[in-house]
């Protein structure tokens, strides 16, 4: 695909079939992450990658209703989407990737490192789309998987905070565009 077209072209995709994906195209992603701009060239970025869906499907299971528990400030409309019938939070996907920050002794260059993992994720998410893989952030998942008995169930590294959980898989159908909004610009 062309560059314009990748963009233009990506959906979040919740529907996915059953086709697993492999080490290698997850490592590609990663590779294509890994080439995002960072403040500094620190590149503060770290990866975990779960290719279970069986696994991947307890722990959306237990982070819905961890969620339902603990309001995070997701609202109404959050509450009702994860009290729908057979809703999970990572919708049964094949694949989950999970972008973490490292943590810094300055609190700017921690802020600075959030920012940069999610250049890093948005370079996986394109890269995933012309690869013809669907993805779609799951910022619901986010709490939930930097509470400390889930970092160290799951073994994440000490000192990384998760800042982009992106599930992984080959579309049942690309959504259709919702449009976007002519920009608003402001020249000075």
Known sequence: ME???VLSNRRAVRDFTSD???R????RLIGAAILAPSAMNLQPWAFAALLDPERIDSYAERAGRWLLENETGF??????ILERPGFSVFYHAPALVIVMAQSSSTQSSAAQAAEDCCLAAQNLMLAARDQGIGSCWIGFARPWLNLPSTKKELALPDGYTVVAPIVLGYPKAWPESHGRKPPEIHWI
Do not use: K, N, P
């Not at 290698?24 to 490592?27: D, K, L, P, S, T």
């Not at 609202?75 to 009702?80: F, S, T």
């Open 75 to 80: 609202g109404e409309a959050g509450r009702e």
């Open 24 to 27: 290698f195209a997850i490592e």
């Open 3 to 5: 560059f314009m077209d």
């Open 20 to 22: 697993r994906l492999d």
